[in-house]
């Protein structure tokens, strides 16, 4: 294998979700305006993005892969760290050069930031004209209008029911293959460290006939995989007492159960079994055994769970609010093995430096780590976020220098652990599906495993979007390279 290829498709671990965005692709259906979006944060902001298009595009709007060619420019944003609310800043500071050059172009502010700020915002940012929090994006047209003649606007409105659940997104960046459909919003869990419950709001679910019928679309439309996303998945609950009060009559509420997750999951699972099924985020104290065997039980539900720690010292998770201390979490994990054995794909996200954390805890979080095997982790150092129960409890008293040096401790941990973990698949036979071509080389193209694993395989006369067997023949940390089996 060409040493080339080696270190491709890595994101920096730590890095991943703080700095990572993502831009609108260009889309040209003859509209006279021009929407510029950039999305940061986590997978459910990409997935509000693609509402907000969709809802621009009811509007007047195509979207613009170029922001010198936009009439509007939106930055959907992350609160869930200060470095992730630095980033937006800066981004804002070039923005303002584009603004005076052209004062007729409108710039909001969407996402977790625009909610946590507020009125704010505007003061403090003088080249916004909008500030639009999560629950209220079907308000966009109208101030985007109000804008344009020189009406700043803010709506930071969170809501109980609203989970745009009528709303076809608008595909963005989309490689015609994978896309995320939204079962969810907001988060009723109180984790001291996490500004989320505060700017997403309650939690509610979407009816699960709006998620069904928009898988079934998107398999109409060639895709090959859905990923269901929420905060937490694992309380996926939809009644029409819960949640439909309002619309439904009593009639039509007689024929609708309570449908909870791992009912969801096998209800997109039944659509084809050549759509792939994958989830994001469970709980450790919510995931259901229910839900492990309705995953075995589908081969087109991925193998792969993402379940985050945060911490393996059960003082600390107390700490932390998490509810599940250290012995919960390793039952949880020894039941995953047991019921989908050692092949599914377990990862996990970590913070080091919590509040009062000592030597001895944070050697826990790397002892749990080797006991876990995760296959990879999105590892961050604590970041204290104003308003949220841990800044009003706890003093943020590691010093910096000590909190990177447990982050570089925990990252160095899981390199070595997904090495090892890559290292099992050597030998093996699986199926992937292609996805893109590999980053540094058009000879070869880019697909995922079951346990969610990249795999690089040689181009041939693969397509994008094909399922193919192949045999892992070599791996980096990150990676895993295949042949083709025919
Ligand atoms: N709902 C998911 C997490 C969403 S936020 C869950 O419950 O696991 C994504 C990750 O960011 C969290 O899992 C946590 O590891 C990290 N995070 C959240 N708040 C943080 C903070 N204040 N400082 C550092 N990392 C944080
Ligand atoms: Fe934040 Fe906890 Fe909710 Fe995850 S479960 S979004 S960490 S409050
Ligand atoms: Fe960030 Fe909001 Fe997601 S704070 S991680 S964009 S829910």
């Given at each position: 294998?060409?040493?080339?290829?080696?270190?491709?498709?890595?994101?920096?671990?730590?890095?991943?979700?703080?700095?990572e965005?993502?831009?609108?692709?260009?889309?040209n259906?003859?509209?006279?305006?021009?929407?510029?979006?950039?999305?940061?944060?986590?997978?459910?902001?990409?997935?509000?993005?693609?509402?907000?298009?969709?809802?621009?595009?009811?509007?007047?709007?195509?979207?613009?892969?170029?922001?010198?060619?936009?009439?509007?420019?939106?930055?959907?944003?992350?609160?869930?760290?200060?470095?992730?609310?630095?980033?937006?800043?800066?981004?804002?500071?070039?923005?303002?050069?584009?603004?005076?050059?052209?004062?007729?172009?409108?710039?909001?502010v969407?996402?977790?930031?625009?909610e946590?700020?507020?009125?704010?915002?505007?003061?403090?940012?003088?080249?916004?004209?909008?500030?639009?929090?999560?629950?209220?994006?079907?308000?966009?047209?109208?101030?985007?209008?109000?804008?344009?003649?020189?009406?700043?606007?803010?709506?930071?409105?969170?809501?109980?029911?609203?989970?745009?659940?009528?709303?076809?997104?608008?595909?963005?960046?989309?490689?015609?293959?994978?896309?995320?459909?939204?079962?969810?919003?907001?988060?009723?869990?109180?984790?001291?460290?996490?500004?989320?419950?505060?700017?997403?709001?309650?939690?509610?679910?979407?009816?699960?006939?709006?998620?069904?019928?928009?898988?079934?679309?998107?398999?109409?439309?060639g895709?090959?995989?859905?990923?269901?996303?929420?905060?937490?998945?694992?309380?996926?609950k939809?009644?029409?007492?819960?949640?439909?009060?309002?619309?439904?009559?009593?009639?039509?509420?007689?024929?609708?159960?309570?449908v909870?997750?791992?009912?969801?999951?096998?209800m997109?699972?039944?659509?084809?079994?050549?759509?792939?099924?994958?989830?994001?985020?469970?709980?450790?104290?919510?995931?259901?055994?229910?839900?492990?065997?309705?995953?075995?039980?589908?081969?087109?539900?991925?193998?792969?769970?993402?379940?985050?720690?945060?911490?393996?010292?059960?003082?600390?998770?107390?700490?932390?609010?998490?509810?599940?201390?250290?012995?919960?979490?390793?039952?949880?994990?020894?039941?995953?093995?047991?019921?989908?054995?050692?092949?599914?794909?377990?990862?996990?996200?970590?913070?080091?430096?919590?509040?009062?954390?000592?030597?001895?805890?944070?050697?826990?979080?790397?002892?749990?780590?080797?006991?876990?095997?995760?296959?990879?982790?999105?590892?961050?150092?604590?970041?204290?976020?104003?308003?949220?129960?841990?800044?009003?409890?706890?003093?943020?008293?590691?010093?910096?220098?000590?909190?990177?040096?447990?982050?570089?401790?925990?990252?160095?941990?899981?390199?070595?652990?997904?090495?090892?973990?890559?290292?099992?698949?050597?030998?093996?036979y699986?199926?992937?599906?292609?996805?893109?071509?590999?980053?540094?080389?058009?000879?070869y193209?880019?697909?995922?495993?079951?346990?969610?694993?990249?795999?690089?395989?040689?181009?041939?006369?693969?397509?994008?979007?094909?399922?193919?067997?192949?045999?892992i023949?070599?791996?980096?940390?990150?990676?895993?390279?295949g042949?083709?089996?025919?």
């Amino acid at each position: 294998m060409d040493n080339l290829i080696k270190d491709i498709d890595i994101l920096p671990a730590d890095e991943a979700q703080a700095c990572e965005y993502k831009v609108t692709a260009e889309e040209n259906t003859g509209k006279s305006k021009k929407l510029y979006i950039e999305s940061y944060g986590c997978q459910m902001n990409f997935s509000d993005s693609e509402i907000v298009a969709s809802i621009m595009k009811e509007n007047g709007f195509d979207t613009t892969a170029t922001f010198e060619n936009a009439d509007v420019i939106f930055l959907n944003t992350c609160s869930i760290r200060d470095k992730a609310e630095q980033t937006v800043r800066k981004r804002l500071q070039q923005f303002n050069q584009i603004k005076s050059n052209r004062p007729d172009l409108t710039i909001g502010v969407l996402g977790c930031m625009a909610e946590r700020l507020k009125e704010k915002l505007l003061e403090e940012e003088h080249l916004v004209d909008v500030v639009v929090g999560p629950d209220a994006y079907r308000d966009l047209p109208n101030l985007v209008m109000a804008a344009e003649e020189g009406q700043k606007g803010v709506n930071t409105f969170l809501s109980r029911e609203e989970t745009y659940a009528d709303i076809s997104p608008v595909r963005l960046n989309s490689n015609g293959v994978s896309a995320f459909i939204s079962i969810m919003r907001g988060c009723d869990n109180m984790c001291s460290f996490c500004v989320v419950p505060f700017t997403r709001g309650r939690e509610r679910s979407r009816d699960p006939h709006s998620i069904v019928k928009e898988a079934q679309e998107l398999v109409a439309k060639g895709y090959k995989e859905v990923t269901l996303l929420g905060q937490n998945v694992d309380s996926y609950k939809w009644s029409p007492e819960e949640n439909n009060k309002a619309r439904l009559n009593k009639k039509e509420a007689e024929h609708i159960q309570i449908v909870n997750f791992a009912g969801l999951l096998e209800m997109v699972a039944k659509i084809s079994p050549s759509l792939r099924i994958r989830f994001s985020t469970s709980h450790p104290k919510d995931i259901t055994d229910e839900v492990l065997y309705t995953m075995k039980r589908y081969d087109n539900i991925c193998k792969y769970i993402h379940l985050p720690v945060q911490s393996g010292n059960s003082r600390i998770l107390d700490l932390m609010n998490r509810t599940y201390d250290r012995e919960w979490y390793l039952e949880r994990v020894a039941k995953i093995r047991e019921i989908l054995g050692e092949e599914c794909g377990i990862s996990s996200d970590m913070i080091a430096g919590f509040c009062s954390e000592t030597e001895e805890e944070h050697r826990d979080t790397l002892s749990l780590m080797d006991l876990v095997q995760y296959d990879f982790s999105y590892m961050f150092y604590y970041s204290e976020r104003p308003g949220t129960l841990a800044a009003k409890k706890y003093t943020d008293d590691i010093p910096l220098e000590i909190k990177k040096r447990r982050l570089q401790e925990i990252i160095e941990k899981q390199n070595q652990l997904s090495l090892v973990r890559n290292q099992m698949d050597i030998g093996k036979y699986q199926e992937i599906l292609i996805e893109g071509v590999s980053k540094r080389s058009e000879d070869y193209l880019k697909g995922r495993n079951s346990a969610n694993k990249v795999v690089i395989v040689p181009k041939e006369d693969l397509e994008i979007g094909q399922y193919v067997t192949v045999k892992i023949t070599d791996c980096s940390s990150a990676t895993l390279f295949g042949e083709i089996s025919r």
